[in-house]
């Protein structure tokens, strides 16, 4: 069993693999806390499957909360796991529009699923999923209804922004004005098709074009963007989900390495700030210097699929702020050495 976690910036999503195929996915909002969130997806995950955390061999996380996953064994960025994710559903696509919450990023992939180029764009809200939330309020329409909405216009506003400000206020100038929701919504499409095409137009357009991510649902919107593109998109099932599957298949293709450690991550994170030490087992030789040097005693070697390796003792996960000082402070006060020193194989990572 592989799991696949996908911290995202509005919404989490969660896939559990068994080999090559899909047992169970789910999708809730992020909220404020990452790390509960994520706890509580894979609750949900497990929920009338009769399957344990325990079962799952291996966990990805991604997403720009992906180090807030305290389960999870290693992390990748989402533009790798957009791109596995629908490799697996469509092995030709060669380009993806991937349309997150915050953000918009053009991926080139090869038949592999593997990441040749790509650009983002993270710089402003307009045209994102927050930003099309907004406009569904101003409008008073569902936003899963936004995009067959659209499709009913029969004389489209043009926009000339889609910076979210702007826009939002042209919205309400044009409601007021009395100008059919349908109109305007057509041309807020518009206008993000235009700008998504910018995006794409940054990275080589080959076919098979995908888009992923939870405003390719909007088939308003994708219609525009087929139209500019001149490509038909190909959408997978979920493709909200997408990120989450690619996350999962990373996780069975590290799983089945025979050479394959994980790397761990031990902490958490509340309202003061996030703690986390990584250890990588891949590179950890057992030889248990940061047992010997650290102060705080917060080490230990255990044997892990015949290897010895280096871990955070459970007890010490929750209090790590309270027992570890940083790495600063600690190589000030432990007469200038540290475990990230002592350590030969740089396995050890601080994340405060
Ligand atoms: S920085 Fe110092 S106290 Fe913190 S884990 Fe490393 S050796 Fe221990
Ligand atoms: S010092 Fe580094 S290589 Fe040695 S046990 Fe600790 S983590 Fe592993």
Not at 8 to 27: F, P, Q, T, Y
Not at 74 to 103: C, K
């Amino acid at each position: 069993m592989y799991a696949g976690v996908d911290i995202g910036s509005r919404a989490a999503k969660a896939v559990l693999l068994e080999d090559d195929k899909i047992i169970s996915s789910v999708i809730r909002d992020t909220g404020a806390e990452s790390v509960k969130t994520s706890r509580k997806l894979l609750e949900e995950l497990l929920e009338g499957t009769g399957i344990g955390s325990e079962d799952i061999d291996y966990t990805v996380a991604t997403g720009y909360g992906r180090v807030l996953v305290p389960y999870a064994n290693e992390n990748v960025s989402e533009i790798s796991a957009h791109a596995r994710g629908i490799n697996w559903y469509f092995p030709t696509v060669r380009t993806i529009l991937d349309m997150g919450g915050q953000d918009c990023k053009a991926i080139n992939c090869d038949g592999k699923g593997n990441v040749t180029n790509f650009v983002m764009n993270d710089k402003c809200a307009g045209g994102t999923g927050r930003f099309l939330e907004m406009i569904a309020e101003v409008l008073n329409i569902p936003l899963n209804e936004i995009g067959t909405v659209s499709l009913g216009s029969t004389s489209e506003i043009p926009f000339n922004t889609i910076c979210a400000v702007f826009a939002k206020t042209e919205a309400i100038r044009h409601l007021r004005n009395g100008v059919a929701r349908a109109d305007i919504l057509a041309g807020l499409h518009e206008a993000i098709a235009s700008r998504s095409f910018n995006l794409l137009k940054r990275v080589q357009l080959e076919s098979d074009f995908a888009i992923t991510g939870g405003i390719s649902k909007n088939s308003g919107l994708v219609a525009k963007i087929a139209g500019k593109v001149q490509l038909e998109p190909l959408l997978c099932d979920d493709p909200q989900l997408c990120g989450a599957l690619g996350a999962a298949i990373f996780a069975r293709d590290k799983s089945v390495l025979p050479s394959a450690r994980a790397k761990m991550q031990y902490g958490y994170d509340d309202g003061t700030g996030s703690y986390f030490i990584s250890l990588d087992e891949g590179l950890c030789n057992g030889c248990g210097k940061c047992v010997e040097v650290c102060p705080a005693g917060l080490f230990k070697l255990v044997q892990r699929n015949g290897y010895m390796v280096a871990e955070v003792k459970e007890e010490a996960r929750k209090r790590l702020p309270v027992l570890c000082p940083g790495i600063e402070t600690c190589r000030n006060t432990n007469g200038g050495v540290t475990c990230q020193m002592v350590c030969s194989e740089s396995a050890i990572e601080h994340s405060w």
